[in-house]
């Protein structure tokens, strides 16, 4: 069954706090519109003509958006294409924007051309811009935070922005993927040279209950895990693939960790043949080569995973 709602030229989707869905519409559509998804009808809008009266604030700034998220206090940060940063407070009444208070920011902005918006607490947050992204905090601009952070971008052409459940930020870039420690200006930065699919990073999304970063690029996806502090980086879930290795394959690899892994391959005297070092980004373990060179023939090998004082065994056939 498929239902059409009444809105067009949507370009983002967002639940706000009250369960309603709020949809952010592009140049030609009318702003943001709000539906029900219990009745899957259209219940409010906000568009630039209706939101003039408002208590407080001149209202929506244009009807051109590319970004809606709503901060820990329900108020609605929208991110406009060529207009900077609205943030929305609709004090609880639906349909009556007499009352809304309207705060437009743009001033010091890297660009006032937006791409993206998150937020990570009552007033606090960031922009993703076409030449960097925005701290936000306390309503205002943080300029050294924004401008530390963008010195360390691999591109300051920001694609998307994702808010994982430690308050990492996670930067979509034309050049990688980039993500903000927690309260810091650090910035570490992936590319295809460690893995990722493609530099081209379009789209983010955060999976919580698995604690995996999604990241859409032009080129694939990449599934990202992402380790929990202090817990160990592989399970009885890990393993190695694949298996068994055939006559064509190059190169042998693991899956099932959430970071940095050492160990070793060893034959089934116990000898070592290869000491390797791994994470989720940098999953080959063994080029099937042995210590002096030569391919490995057939046989069972044994693959040893370390991680601090915890290890496990996993066993992968050769067949040549």
Request: charged share 20%.
């Amino acid at each position: 069954m498929w239902n059409a709602l009444g809105s067009t030229n949507i370009f983002v989707i967002t639940r706000g706090p009250d369960a309603l869905m709020y949809e952010g519409s592009v140049e030609h559509g009318n702003g943001v519109y709000v539906y029900d998804p219990t009745v899957l009808a259209v219940v409010d809008s906000l568009t630039p003509l209706n939101t003039q009266g408002s208590a407080i604030g001149t209202g929506l700034a244009s009807n051109n958006l590319r970004g809606i998220a709503f901060d820990t206090t329900g108020r609605g940060w929208i991110a406009h294409a060529a207009t900077g940063l609205d943030i929305w407070d609709g004090r609880g009444t639906l349909t009556d924007h007499s009352d809304d208070v309207w705060k437009h920011l743009a001033t010091g902005f890297p660009s006032i051309q937006t791409t993206a918006v998150e937020t990570d607490g009552p007033a606090s947050g960031w922009v993703g811009t076409v030449a960097g992204v925005v701290r936000i905090m306390n309503d205002v601009v943080v300029p050294g935070t924004t401008l530390a952070i963008n010195a360390s971008l691999p591109s300051t052409a920001v694609r998307d922005l994702e808010i994982d459940s430690e308050g990492n930020l996670w930067v979509a870039t034309t050049l990688g993927l980039a993500r903000v420690a927690a309260g810091a200006t650090f910035v570490e930065h992936w590319s295809t040279a460690e893995g990722l699919a493609g530099d081209d990073v379009r789209a983010l999304a955060w999976d919580a209950v698995n604690r995996t970063l999604w990241v859409g690029t032009t080129s694939g996806i990449s599934e990202v895990v992402v380790p929990k502090a202090g817990v160990t980086t592989f399970t009885s879930q890990s393993y190695v693939y694949p298996s068994p290795i055939g006559p064509e394959t190059t190169a042998l690899r693991i899956g099932g960790i959430t970071g940095e892994v050492t160990g070793e391959i060893r034959d089934v005297t116990g000898a070592i043949v290869r000491r390797f070092r791994c994470d989720p980004a940098h999953d080959v373990v063994w080029d099937l080569l042995l210590a002096d060179g030569t391919r490995a023939r057939s046989g069972v090998f044994v693959v040893v995973l370390r991680d601090r004082e915890e290890h496990r065994r996993l066993r992968v056939a050769v067949v040549r």
